[in-house]
């Protein structure tokens, strides 16, 4: 429905260039979400931030301590943030099964009346999928608080106390990204933050063992999932991408040499 709509907004603008693109990333989506079925998965460049989640694990796992893991502050619903709220979801699925497989516990503080119950429903069966669901603790995905400072205090306050040995946060943070980051070094943990906010990624460069950076969060459902489909429709984006970049360039030359027509053709 998102695409019928999107492509209808382009035909009543006049952008037909637009609409080419659009479908173009539509067929190659297809093209590759098939070829990867197949078996031919699209190799993606690797991303140590991700790779690092498994050994976060491991490390807290071996010092017989919880791993935290977090999806910032944004709701779910939120047009701006709300996506990078859904990348953290998709990493908290991958953390959890990993959990639950080694046997760690995982908590899980959540800022957001929208996101908790998505959140324990996703802990919940990556315990059922490994069949430890006896294991599996409601009270280890707390409800802190839907105010800022509240949350990070509240956050700040459970590292301390449960001795954090992992703390995985990806999502949209704000003020309180240096503070949890910083108790997370206080205590020992291995730290693997990401966000798309760029005010907020230079505190998590510095204060954070390894930090993905924008759109890295947004691969990461689909790199740590393996998911053919995922990996395809990541692939044909980076394509629409390519493409969009290569016009930009060829309008600007073309409207520095002063060719109106072709300049028009573009922007039919």
Known sequence: MNFIFETSQIIHSGRASGLVILLIIAFAAIYFIRRGKGGK???????AGLDAIEEAIGRATEMGRPVFCSQGLA?????????????????????????????????????SLTVYPIAREIVENAYRMEGKLDQFRVEDIPFL?????SYSLGYMSLMRREKAGANIMIGAYWAESL????VGYRVGAMQVSGTANTHQIPFFVVATDYCL??????AAGAYLSKDPAMIG???????????????????????LSGSKIIVDLLNM
Do not use: M, N
């Open 179 to 182: 503070q949890l980051s910083e």
């Open 233 to 255: 429709s990541i692939v044909a984006q980076d394509i629409g991408k390519i493409i969009s970049l290569i016009l930009i360039v060829l309008g600007i030359l073309i409207g």
């Open 213 to 218: 950076i924008g759109e890295e969060i947004y």
């Open 145 to 149: 608080s839907t105010w800022q400072f």
């Open 75 to 111: 709701d779910i619903h939120d047009s701006t943030y709300g996506p990078q709220t859904i990348a953290g979801l998709s990493v908290l699925g991958y953390v959890a099964q990993l959990c639950a497989r080694y046997g760690t516990r995982v908590i899980v503080p959540v800022v």
């Open 41 to 47: 998965i699209p190799s993606i460049r690797r991303v």
